[in-house]
Structure formats: C-alpha cells, structure tokens
C-alpha cells in the first residue's frame, strides 16, 4: 500500500491478480456499470500534480483489458469496484 486510500480490499485484489493472472474477471462498479475483463498489468502512477505541490499523491493502477471491445482500463483506490467474481466466485 503506497496510499492511505488503499484499502485492504484493493490489497487483497492486487495480490490475487498476481496469483491468478490468467482467467476473467467480472467487475461492478458503483454506477452499476459491469464489466467482463483480464488482468493486464499494473503501476505506481500519480495524480498528475507536481511531486513538491500539496495534494500530490501516488497510487497503484491496476490494469484490465475488456474482454468485449479490448481496451484498457484503470482500477485505483478512487475507481474501486463494489464487486468482483473470478471463476464463478464473488472475490470482492
């Protein structure tokens, strides 16, 4: 965890990624949206602000490619989904 918004869920999703790379994820998001995605990779990003200014922070992304149109998408502390099934089982 680089961040205090960093949860022990979205711990737990990123270490499960790791674990079970390969495989669909089916993610919902708080405005209902449901996605069918992969894990694609992950990183320290920030938000955008410069290092020395107040507000600056640093987080992890992780990465999922949507398995209906292929593009690639961010899950962050501040876009975290309410629910996640791998396999059939509700992880999140």
């Keep these: 965890m680089i961040n205090p ?3 022990e869920a979205f ?3 990123y270490n499960f ?3 079970h790379a390969e ?3 089916y993610l919902t998001f708080q405005d209902g949206v449901q996605i069918s995605a992969e894990y694609d990779t992950d990183y320290e990003t920030d938000n955008g602000i410069d ?3 107040d507000g600056y922070e640093e987080y ?3 990465v999922f490619k ?3 149109n292929n593009t690639l998408f961010e899950v962050t502390c501040f876009s975290f989904p309410t629910k996640v099934i791998y396999n059939g089982k509700r992880i999140i």
């Design 60 to 62: 992890i992304a992780i």
């Design 66 to 68: 949507n398995t209906a």
């Design 5 to 7: 918004h960093e949860t």
């Design 17 to 19: 990624v790791h674990k």
């Design 51 to 53: 290092i020395d200014d």
């Design 11 to 13: 711990d737990f999703l």
């Design 23 to 25: 495989g669909v994820y």
